[in-house]
Structures are given as C-alpha cells and as structure tokens.
C-alpha cells in the first residue's frame, strides 16, 4: 500500500485562516486587557502614553504562535509511527504533571488550579494531556484490539486508564476538560470495534459522575442550577449567569453585520475573558452573524477533513489518531459556542487557534501537525467520507495481532 505522500492542504488552508483570524481579533479585541495589564496605576490610559502598550495581548499571542507554528512543523514532519514509539512515556509524564499541578500549581484569580509557572511562564498541563491521551489510546487500543470487546480485559482497563487522566483534572476542578475528554476517548472506543453496550455504560457512568462533582462543588452547582432555571435570578446576574447573558447581549448586539473591527462594546467593560474563552461572542458583537458564521463552518470542515484522513489511514493506530485528534479540536470548539451562545453553561475552555492562551494553541497546533503527517500516508485511491461507522477498523488478519 503506497501513501500519496501529499499532505492534506486543504485543512492546512482552514487551520492557517482561523489562526489569522484569531490575530486580527485579538488585536482588536485585546486592547482594553491590554492596556489593564501594562498600565494597571495610569488613571487615565491611552495608547498614546508611552507607559501604556495597547497590543500587549497581540505580542505575546504572536510569541505563542511562533511556537505552536514550530510545534506544527515538528508534528508534521515527525512519521507518526514516532508518537506511537513515545506514547507510553509521553502519557506517563503527563499524568505526573497532572498530579504536580495540584500541588504545585497556581489558580490566577479562577476557581481551578490547572496551571504550572515556570519562571517568568505558564502553561497548562491539562492541554497537552488531551493530547498525550489520544496517542496512547490510540497505541493501546490497537494493542488490544482481539480483547476489547471483553469487559475484563477491554472495558475495565480502558475505564482505569481513563481515570489516570480524569480524576486529577476533576480534582483541579476543570468539569470543561473533562467533557472533551470523555468525548474524546468515547468515540475512539466507538471507532476500535468494541462493544457498543460497554460504551453506553461508560457514557452513563461518566454522566452520573459528573453530575455528582458539578452539584458538590459550590461554584459549579451556582453555574448548573442558575443554567437550567432554578437558581435565584438576583444571584444569577450578579454572579453565575454574568458571563452567559453578557456573552449573548454581545452577540445579540452584533446582529447580522456587526458594529465594525475595534467598535465592540461588551469587551471594554461587561465580558470577562473577551479575548480567551468569550473571544467568540466578542468577536459576532464586532464581526455580526453574516461573517462569524464561517468560523462555525470552518470548524465542521475541519471535522471533515479529519474524518477523512481517519477513514484512509493506513495502520489501526493512525486511524485511532487521527479520529482522536479530529474529535478534540471539533468538540472543544462546539462546546466553547455552545457556552458562548448560551447553550451550555461556562467551563473555561478555549476557542481553538482563536483564543488567547499559549497552551492550548501549542498542543492543538502539534496535535494538527500530527493530523497532517498521517495525511501524506493516507491510501492514494482514498475519496470521500463515508460515515462514522465506516471508519471503524475490521478485525486483524495479521498474525502480529494475536495476544502471545
């Protein structure tokens, strides 16, 4: 089986696009975060202070940027068949960090502590987890693929591994990570040819667990129960619902065509977190419904392409890969509209290749490049996408698969 040894430029194409578009934005959007983080004790700012620097945000998202480009690269070029070797030590090293960060780690003003400083830099480990749990399952399931449609030997230890990830996250507390990542691995387990009852089970089970965190930690039942109606109205415009309605007077304010690049409102005084994980609703109250729409079909074409490259892979663990990979970026980015527009309550996350945030525009750009690389090994008479349920691998003819 030869590979086309052409890389999916398509998807680079609306990957590279979203990250112009987050540069634009954040320059416009950023200004007032700006100017509150270089002169925080200057009455009176304006960018003509030379103490004042109104592209502060722009900078230093132009510094990650570089990095993830590099990151980018370094997917892109690297064989895939090299993150299936360092799977096991990536997630191992991963898991360790999760572990550190609650004990090490900083909140910076926000109800989880999800964050590692590192001299004069910070990052968060929980973004690079996403990923490093994708290349492990992706090694692990096709390890075991005769055995996963056990509940001994496939289920159960799948459930365990899972956890290794879960529960520190759970424990910072970061419910948003947690939903990606419950999707993430649900559909790479749909994908593996295993039993679908097992997965309604581990679906219901993950359900009922979160349930059980989101109404024992304070500030996330003020979100759940202020969401679904039953909360005091007076509490909920004071503090939970806050973001929610001010995020939808953006959006609602920006009506089909926007008020115009820089001419936002909602950023400068009402909408926490304008251009991190509200640079959605910041970005329709400037941009209007007409154009932030393409962002949203930007999103499902890369949802495509992904699927795409995953249903012409040509080994078990770049199918698993890449599905994995393609679920994480479209879930995210569903579930920040879905917050952003009032349809889900507000987790935290960021909008990907759009949102101001180091750590997760490095992990999803790396995770990307990967994505591209698996795509020059695609089969060379691959076309179309056929559906979820084809891109499900049959079982093995190979005797390598067997357990010894």
Not at 123 to 131: H, M, R, S, V
Not at 134 to 156: C, D, M, N, P, Q
Not at 174 to 195: H, K, L, N, P
């Amino acid at each position: 089986m030869e590979a086309t040894r052409k890389s999916d430029r398509w998807l680079m194409l609306i990957v590279g696009a979203l990250l112009v578009f987050g540069l634009v934005m954040i320059t416009s959007i950023g200004v007032p975060k700006s100017i509150q983080l270089s002169a925080p004790n200057v009455m009176y700012p304006s960018c003509d202070d030379p103490a004042v620097d109104c592209y502060l945000l722009f900078k230093k998202h132009l510094f990650r940027l570089g990095i993830g480009v590099i990151a980018f690269f370094i997917g892109a070029k690297l064989s895939y068949r090299f993150w299936r070797k360092i799977s096991i030590g990536v997630f191992i090293a991963l898991v360790g960090l999760l572990i550190a960060v609650l004990i090490f780690g900083s909140t910076f003003n926000t109800f989880s502590r999800s964050w590692i400083q590192i001299f004069y830099t910070t990052f968060q480990p929980t973004e690079l987890a996403k990923l490093a749990m994708i290349l492990y399952f992706s090694h692990w399931l096709e390890k075991r693929r005769l055995e996963l449609k056990t509940f001994k030997y496939g289920f159960l230890p799948f459930i365990v591994i899972m956890a290794l990830i879960i529960v520190p996250i759970l424990m910072q507390p970061d419910i948003g990570s947690v939903v990606i990542i419950v999707g993430i691995a649900s559909i790479m387990y749909f994908c593996a040819e295993t039993r679908i009852k097992h997965l309604v089970i581990g679906v219901l089970a993950a359900i009922i667990i979160g349930l059980l965190f989101a109404l024992t930690i304070p500030h996330i039942r003020q979100r759940f129960v202020t969401f679904i109606g039953i909360g005091d109205s007076v509490a909920c415009k004071e503090a939970a619902c806050w973001q929610t309605e001010q995020a939808n007077i953006a959006v609602g304010s920006g009506g089909f065509f926007g008020k115009g690049l820089t001419q936002g409102i909602q950023k400068s005084y009402w909408l926490p977190q304008a251009s991190d994980d509200f640079i959605f609703a910041a970005s329709a109250e400037e941009l209007g419904f007409m154009r932030i729409v393409f962002i949203v079909i930007a999103y499902s074409a890369i949802a495509y392409r992904g699927f795409k490259i995953a249903s012409t892979a040509p080994d078990v663990f770049a199918m698993l890969a890449a599905t994995g990979i393609t679920a994480w970026i479209t879930i995210q980015a569903y579930l920040n509209i879905a917050v952003n527009i009032g349809l889900f309550p507000v987790t935290g996350i960021t909008l990907p290749f759009i949102s101001y945030g180091g750590s997760s525009l490095v992990s999803t750009l790396l995770g990307i490049g990967i994505l591209i690389n698996i795509s020059s090994h695609t089969k060379s008479y691959a076309s179309g996408f056929h559906g979820w349920r084809h891109i499900r691998p049959r079982p093995p003819k190979y005797s390598h698969y067997r357990r010894g």
